[in-house]
């Protein structure tokens, strides 16, 4: 995230390199000027000094020698050589003249008046070397040069018979200056013009840099905002065309965030089949009024209507046409609501509920005998007339309910018993519901019975009727309660499928499963084991995840635990079961549908689950040998499972000649009584080893049921 200030202001952090770039600029130019006036005026002191020089050997010329290869000699007093000589080169100021004579002792040169003390001093500061030069004559008498303290010098050794030493220096020397005004001021304008255009840069540099801190700074309010998942319009700023760019990308970025929000939204609070709310939007509205009921003092109503039949249309005609049928249903009653305040939603498989924001028992009655009314116009279906049948519970708020979940659980009560009393609607009142603190109590107790080891599971073996060999067992939990004793499932299990907590039981009992079965394992026994899901289960996405990490964590193959599923819990919602049980299929779980024949399952659903067996209901199994009617039908379900390319398992094999009658029709698998009844999970390994199979050779069957063979 961009910082609200910095610690420099924006335009000031981009001028500064600006400004340090100018003066660098600006002393290089100087530099290179100042260099090369420097050489001219080096140039220009030396051309003057030669022509001094000229001027010099001419005014000595005419007095020396006629040959110029002969040294000159002076004839006039060193002053007036001097004086002639600083008159001769007036017009070259910049050009200074001595004559120096030997006049001291010890050998040291000085002008020859005496009135030059500035000459003294200069002698005296050039080296031995340098004043060696000075005053050495040449052979042939040409002039001597040689730069020193920053002049240029010139010198001409002359002989003199007139002064001391009998020979005359005259020396010339030119400082390097300033040679050409014009030149100077070039170079201040152009070190001027340097400095003006960095300035005008950095102006408009500073202008665009004062708006791009601008932009910068509604950019960083804007993500400021969109960190608190506030997501506000974001400003498109007047600065640079990057700038703008940014702006118009994080406004894209914004509209994107907004789509995908109301997408997610749709999706987590709508039903994707009739378009209404689903159950959990539908409770949060739900919420949302119970508490303006109870601020208000006002009252409020729910009403749930469970539509019939459709499990027989998807049996009959099939998935695609049920879920045309519910969409048609939604439109119906939403057409049939008199007040758009009125809020429809779909809360279940076949199950709608109205939400009424003001409505009395009187008023919430008439709405729901309305709702059912229009049921009672027949759908019109792939050129079929459908008729459906509906029952309505009506429940009050706030007082049948603190909150959603327990308004619609009285709502679904009073729904349930018009469905019982087979009348149209029932409103909840607290006596339909006696029970409900020993429920409370039992789920207390459930819930202690997993934590304190007082579930246990028995195993009922499975015999391949073919070998006669054990192939595994179902495993079946029980509850051993410290005072009430043994509790059989009958009890427990619907209670705990009521109340969601099926779930838990459901994930303890295959965490045990495949504890027993690594035991087997470790035994040197090859057996598969069974456990029962329910309808509650498959509405667990979360579901085939979590039986894997169980199997991990025992070191237990999927392929070792068959998943028995009754056909009522792949009916209530096929396209959610088909999903879950697909995924539980691909990582290698066996699948089982139990309790086949006495739901309302469609053949041409069934064909599309990938299921590995059936499991033939006991009721048909039980009677088989007596009623021909179920043999038949028990008959008719390994054909189907067979043509399907699934195994068959008959529970409830309580005599020899059902054996025999299974074992002729060709019946994969039996578990029941009659090869042992459930049995303690430490027992199992014992019996499997002693066990021995029946012999049924020797029971009779009459003729009708040796025909059906």
């Not at 006039?76 to 004559?99: C, D, F, W, Y």
């Not at 020397?173 to 950095?202: F, I, K, Y």
């Not at 049921?375 to 519970?393: K, N, R, S, V, W």
Request: net charge negative.
């Amino acid at each position: 995230m961009l910082p609200k200030r910095l610690a420099l202001p924006l335009p000031a952090l981009l001028i500064l390199p600006i400004l340090a770039l100018a003066l660098t600029l600006s002393g290089w130019v100087w530099g290179v000027l100042r260099h090369q006036q420097a050489g001219a005026d080096q140039r220009h002191a030396r051309e003057e000094l030669r022509q001094g020089m000229q001027v010099a050997r001419v005014m000595l010329q005419p007095i020396g020698q006629p040959s110029p290869h002969e040294p000159v000699t002076l004839r006039v007093p060193p002053a007036a050589l001097q004086a002639g000589l600083q008159q001769a080169m007036h017009r070259m100021p910049n050009v200074a003249v001595v004559v120096l004579t030997q006049e001291r002792v010890d050998g040291a040169w000085q002008p020859s008046t005496g009135e030059e003390p500035a000459w003294t001093k200069a002698y005296e500061a050039l080296s031995l070397l340098e004043r060696q030069a000075l005053t050495a004559p040449t052979p042939d008498g040409s002039p001597t040069e040689f730069d020193a303290n920053g002049q240029v010098h010139a010198t001409l050794s002359v002989a003199s018979p007139e002064a001391p030493g009998g020979r005359v220096v005259v020396w010339l020397r030119a400082e390097p200056n300033v040679t050409d005004p014009a030149w100077a001021r070039t170079r201040w304008q152009l070190l001027l013009g340097v400095l003006v255009g960095s300035l005008l840069a950095g102006g408009l540099l500073w202008q665009q840099g004062a708006r791009l801190r601008e932009g910068m700074r509604a950019l960083s309010g804007w993500t400021h905002r969109a960190t608190q998942e506030e997501w506000p319009e974001v400003p498109v700023p007047a600065g640079p065309t990057e700038l703008r760019l940014l702006g118009l990308r994080m406004r894209e970025l914004t509209n994107y965030r907004h789509h995908r929000e109301d997408d997610i939204r749709q999706t987590a609070f709508r039903d994707t089949l009739t378009h209404l709310p689903n159950r959990a939007y539908f409770q949060v509205r739900l919420d949302q009024q119970i508490n303006e009921a109870r601020q208000g003092q006002h009252s409020g109503a729910l009403v749930t209507l469970d539509i019939q039949r459709f499990k027989h249309v998807n049996a009959v005609l099939g998935q695609a046409s049920g879920d045309t049928l519910l969409r048609k249903v939604a439109l119906r009653l939403s057409a049939t609501l008199p007040d758009a305040h009125h809020l429809l939603g779909r809360v279940g498989g076949n199950q709608f509920a109205c939400l009424i924001p003001r409505a009395d028992k009187v008023s919430a009655t008439q709405l729901a005998k309305r709702l059912l009314h229009s049921m009672d116009t027949p759908f019109e279906l792939d050129g079929q007339a459908i008729d459906l049948m509906a029952q309505a519970g009506v429940a009050l708020f706030p007082e049948d309910g603190r909150n959603a979940n327990e308004l619609l659980s009285h709502a679904e009560m009073a729904m349930n018993a018009a469905r019982q009393k087979v009348t149209s609607v029932m409103v909840y009142s607290p006596d339909m519901d006696p029970d409900q603190a020993a429920s409370l109590s039992l789920l207390t107790e459930l819930k202690q019975a997993v934590n304190r080891h007082q579930l246990q599971l028995h195993l009922q073996p499975k015999i391949c009727l073919n070998t006669k060999a054990v192939l595994g067992a179902e495993a079946l939990i029980r509850w051993r309660h410290p005072e009430k004793g043994l509790i059989p499932p009958d009890v427990f299990i619907p209670f705990a499928e009521q109340t969601g907590f099926i779930r838990v039981l459901s994930l303890w009992v295959v965490d045990q499963a495949a504890t027993i079965w690594r035991q087997w394992h470790d035994a040197g026994l090859p057996l598969k084991i069974a456990v029962n899901l329910s309808a509650h289960d498959l509405m667990d996405r979360d579901l085939p995840q979590h039986l894997h990490a169980i199997l991990t964590r025992h070191q237990v193959p999927p392929g070792a635990m068959v998943l028995e599923i009754t056909e009522g819990a792949t009916m209530d919602d096929p396209a959610h079961a088909q999903q879950i049980l697909t995924r539980l299929s691909e990582l290698g779980f066996l699948l089982s549908i139990d309790d086949f024949g006495t739901g309302y399952s469609s053949l041409a659903y069934l064909k599309t689950l990938p299921v590995h067996e059936l499991k033939i209901d006991k009721s048909f199994v039980l009677n088989m040998q007596n009623d021909l009617n179920d043999a038949k039908i028990v008959r008719s379900v390994i054909d189907l499972a067979h043509n399907l390319g699934m195994s068959v398992v008959a529970e409830g094999l309580e005599s020899a000649k059902s054996w025999k009658l299974l074992e002729g029709l060709h019946c994969n698998e039996a578990q029941g009584f009659f090869i042992s009844p459930p049995m303690p999970a430490g027992e199992f390994v014992d019996w499997v080893r002693a066990w021995q199979a029946p012999s049924v050779q020797d029971e009779y069957l009459n003729t009708d049921f040796t025909n059906i063979l």
